[in-house]
């Protein structure tokens, strides 16, 4: 009888969209890249991915995945964005030796962008120059 009572109040909170998902349908969105970069370390060639967060806005977990592979796994924060688009956008920052570092992306019609701050970070303490 107290499985029966576990079991409805779960599913009844299920229905009411309370319970705690992995990563909701609303937590992803495609990725575009039209150039190489890399993330964390990670080389991401130009092309198609689909990126998913989730977690508190100062503190997102954000993965990059290519079909069902998940390529890179990394921390994000959430930076508002001052002007609603429909666009996606993706920032990088290019190093003077030629490596060019993913920094933030904006998906399509959300009013923030995920910014990689230890990408930022990094990049700060060795000269990089921002370019979109």
């Avoid at 964005?81 to 920032?91: F, G, L, P």
Wanted: glycine share 8%; hydrophobic share 40%; with cysteine.
């Amino acid at each position: 009888m107290k499985h029966i009572k576990t079991i409805l109040a779960a599913a009844t909170l299920s229905m009411l969209g309370l319970a705690p998902a992995a990563l909701a349908d609303g937590d992803k969105d495609k990725l575009v890249l039209p150039f190489d970069c890399e993330l964390d370390g990670v080389k991401l060639e130009q092309g198609k991915y689909t990126i998913r967060w989730q977690g508190e806005s100062s503190s997102l977990t954000v993965e990059v995945l290519d079909g069902k592979d998940v390529l890179v796994k990394t921390s994000a924060t959430r930076s508002e964005v001052q002007m609603r688009q429909d666009d996606r956008y993706v920032r990088r920052m290019a190093l003077d030796n030629g490596r060019s570092v993913l920094v933030e992306v904006r998906p399509q019609g959300r009013d923030f962008a995920l910014r990689f701050e230890e990408a930022l970070a990094k990049l700060e303490s060795t000269g990089g120059i921002a370019k979109r």
